[in-house]
């Protein structure tokens, strides 16, 4: 059974750096391309990084030069880190799961709160 689990979220101050882990099991990891979305309060979902089974990266422009996507295929693990974080980036974060032929899997989300 596929599984995702979040961890690292929390309450932090804006500038400062919260670092994101998902820990993937149940699946194919050196198949699939992980990514982390992100969801505000009456804002639809929305795709903030993602790094392929090769390691290609893509991040959206919110983001560029602040967050970093990694991902470990022998601990089956990704990584965000967030650096110089914004009140606008408040949201729950989910750790999601893409491969072709599949459902996308999901983690539980973990909720990220940036004061200002």
């Known amino acids: 059974q596929a599984q995702l689990v979040e961890s690292g979220g929390g309450l932090v101050e804006s500038g400062g750096s919260l670092t994101l882990s998902c820990a993937a099991s149940g699946i194919i990891f050196v198949l699939t391309t992980m990514g982390w979305y992100r969801q505000a309060p009456g804002n639809e979902r929305e795709l903030v990084a993602s790094?392929?089974?090769?390691?290609?990266?893509y991040s959206a422009d919110s983001v560029k030069g602040r967050f970093t996507i990694s991902r470990d295929n022998a601990k089956k693990t990704i990584s965000l880190q967030m650096n110089s974080l914004k009140p606008e980036d408040t949201a729950v974060y989910y750790c999601?799961?893409?491969?072709?032929?599949?459902?996308?899997?999901w983690g539980q989300g973990t909720q990220v709160t940036v004061s200002s």
């Open positions: 999601s799961g893409k491969r072709r032929g599949f459902a996308d899997y």
């Open positions: 790094i392929n089974p090769s390691g290609s990266v």
